[in-house]
């Protein structure tokens, strides 16, 4: 995209909402927090990252900025 979108406008949540699925897709933390160390539940423009241990929410953070700067 050459041009920014306004925030809050009515293009911007859809906007926001299609770019983080195909990266929380590639990410691969969909699935059930029991049987996995990591879990991402997202709704909107609403997103809760659910980890076992803190060293994999680090590397869960880390590997979201590197996938969106993709």
Do not use: H, W
Request: aromatic share 4%; net charge positive.
């Amino acid at each position: 995209m050459s041009k920014q979108g306004s925030n809050g406008g009515p293009l911007s949540a859809t906007l926001f909402s299609n770019a983080m699925d195909s990266i929380l897709k590639k990410m691969e933390l969909r699935g059930n927090i029991s049987t996995r160390l990591k879990q991402c539940t997202a709704y909107a423009d609403d997103i809760l990252i659910t980890t076992r241990t803190t060293q994999a929410m680090t590397d869960t953070f880390v590997k979201l900025k590197n996938e969106s700067l993709k």
